[in-house]
């Protein structure tokens, strides 16, 4: 028993040694660029925080991150490049979490919000502005004249599955009024109509609009949400609920999206950049401040169940809008 006793004793050391002595996870270290595909337009909203955020994640890596501009389809065709690039983690995309999500209602392309690794990192307010040259002071101007003036009234977006089309349908459904859409490849060109005169107004983000709402060139009517919106030298913009009170809003997450089938340690370490890095991020602390926008990293399950409330209602709004190829509840989409 005793000469049992010590053979046990030594295997017991021996495979504690070999515990201390086992690597620990793998740091995936790039060693080449990586891709980062924004599939909207330069100057929107994607574009502006995807550049800050990329900055940050090439100090962490030690490894150039190349943004990418590949605009159309409303977002589609950036983000299928990225879904189809080869799954060794050095190919993203990015953008508002709920739009990735609604694209199998639309019918633009097939993928679902649990086929991707979702890495947040700030949301995103929807603001009603129109050219200033236009006769509509408040928001009860602009309502009164969409009443009476049923779809001729121009609101610029980026198109169907963007934030500023949700932005005004939602509005539309919520006041029982029309509107003429003109759709754009991105929010910045939708923004930069309404400031020509080429459209009298866009629902594009708060981060969008900002210079030119600090440059007097947009009049900020109203943000589509419940409580104001204060904007770095400017000022407080009016909440929509306003002037309608059970205005439906949620909050609209954007953020840098890597698709599923990636080797594991990519996902680890981007997960623990976010954890210890992103989180703590004066950058994107600073960029959320000067434009209107809510600091909010997030990651994992904690991003999933954020998102999935937004992408929800987009998806039914879609539906109920007639924009929809199919019904969201058949895409893993229950209605809220």
Same mark, same amino acid.
């Not at 800050?52 to 890596?61: D, K, Q, R, S």
């Given at each position: 028993?005793?000469?049992?006793?010590?053979?046990?004793?030594?295997?017991?050391?021996?495979?504690?040694?070999?515990?201390?002595?086992?690597?620990?996870?793998?740091?995936?270290?790039?060693?080449?660029?990586?891709?980062?595909?924004?599939?909207?337009?330069?100057?929107?909203?994607?574009?502006?925080?995807?550049?800050?955020?990329?900055?940050?994640?090439?100090?962490?890596?030690?490894?150039?991150?190349?943004?990418?501009?590949?605009?159309?389809?409303?977002?589609?065709?950036?983000?299928?490049?990225?879904?189809?690039?080869?799954?060794?983690?050095?190919?993203?995309? =990015?953008?508002? @979490?709920?739009?990735? +999500?609604?694209?199998? &209602? !639309?019918?633009? %392309?097939?993928?679902?919000? #649990?086929?991707?690794?979702?890495?947040?990192?700030?949301?995103?307010?929807?603001?009603?502005?129109?050219?200033?040259?236009?006769?509509?002071?408040?928001?009860?101007?602009?309502?009164?004249?969409?009443?009476?003036?049923?779809?001729?009234?121009?609101?610029?977006?980026?198109?169907?599955?963007?934030?500023?089309?949700?932005?005004?349908?939602?509005?539309?459904?919520?006041?029982?009024?029309?509107?003429?859409?003109?759709?754009?490849?991105?929010?910045?060109? =939708?923004?930069? @109509?309404?400031?020509? +005169?080429?459209?009298? &107004? !866009?629902?594009? %983000?708060?981060?969008?609009? #900002?210079?030119?709402?600090?440059?007097?060139?947009?009049?900020?009517?109203?943000?589509?949400?419940?409580?104001?919106?204060?904007?770095?030298?400017?000022?407080?913009?009016?909440?929509?609920?306003?002037?309608?009170?059970?205005?439906?809003?949620?909050?609209?997450?954007?953020?840098?999206?890597?698709?599923?089938?990636?080797?594991?340690?990519?996902?680890?370490?981007?997960?623990?950049?976010?954890?210890?890095?992103?989180?703590?991020?004066?950058?994107?602390?600073?960029?959320? @401040?000067?434009?209107?926008?809510?600091?909010?990293?997030?990651?994992?399950?904690?991003?999933?169940? #954020?998102?999935?409330?937004?992408?929800?209602?987009?998806?039914?709004?879609?539906?109920?809008?007639?924009?929809?190829?199919?019904?969201?509840?058949?895409?893993?989409?229950?209605?809220?």
């Amino acid at each position: 028993m005793a000469h049992f006793a010590v053979r046990a004793a030594v295997a017991a050391l021996a495979l504690g040694a070999f515990a201390v002595a086992a690597p620990a996870q793998a740091q995936w270290k790039p060693t080449k660029p990586i891709t980062l595909i924004v599939p909207w337009a330069a100057g929107g909203s994607t574009d502006q925080v995807s550049r800050v955020n990329a900055a940050e994640l090439e100090a962490a890596l030690g490894q150039k991150v190349v943004v990418v501009n590949q605009p159309g389809g409303s977002g589609s065709i950036g983000t299928k490049s990225a879904l189809d690039a080869p799954k060794d983690g050095y190919t993203w995309t =990015a953008g508002a @979490a709920k739009d990735l +999500g609604a694209y199998p &209602v !639309t019918g633009l %392309l097939d993928t679902r919000i #649990a086929d991707w690794h979702l890495y947040l990192n700030v949301a995103n307010l929807t603001v009603v502005g129109v050219n200033p040259d236009t006769p509509f002071k408040t928001m009860a101007d602009l309502l009164k004249a969409m009443k009476e003036k049923p779809g001729q009234i121009s609101v610029a977006t980026a198109g169907v599955n963007s934030a500023g089309h949700y932005g005004i349908e939602g509005l539309a459904r919520a006041a029982g009024v029309t509107y003429k859409h003109v759709s754009y490849d991105g929010g910045n060109p =939708a923004v930069i @109509a309404t400031v020509s +005169g080429e459209t009298q &107004v !866009t629902t594009q %983000l708060g981060v969008e609009q #900002a210079e030119m709402i600090r440059a007097k060139r947009i009049r900020p009517l109203a943000v589509l949400a419940d409580k104001p919106l204060e904007l770095e030298g400017y000022g407080e913009i009016p909440p929509i609920t306003n002037w309608i009170k059970d205005f439906p809003s949620d909050t609209n997450y954007f953020g840098i999206f890597v698709p599923k089938g990636v080797p594991a340690e990519v996902t680890e370490t981007l997960d623990k950049i976010w954890a210890e890095k992103i989180k703590n991020s004066a950058a994107l602390k600073k960029y959320a @401040a000067s434009k209107g926008a809510l600091f909010a990293p997030e990651y994992g399950e904690a991003a999933q169940k #954020a998102v999935f409330p937004a992408l929800q209602n987009a998806a039914w709004l879609l539906h109920a809008s007639g924009k929809s190829k199919v019904s969201p509840d058949t895409v893993g989409i229950p209605k809220p």
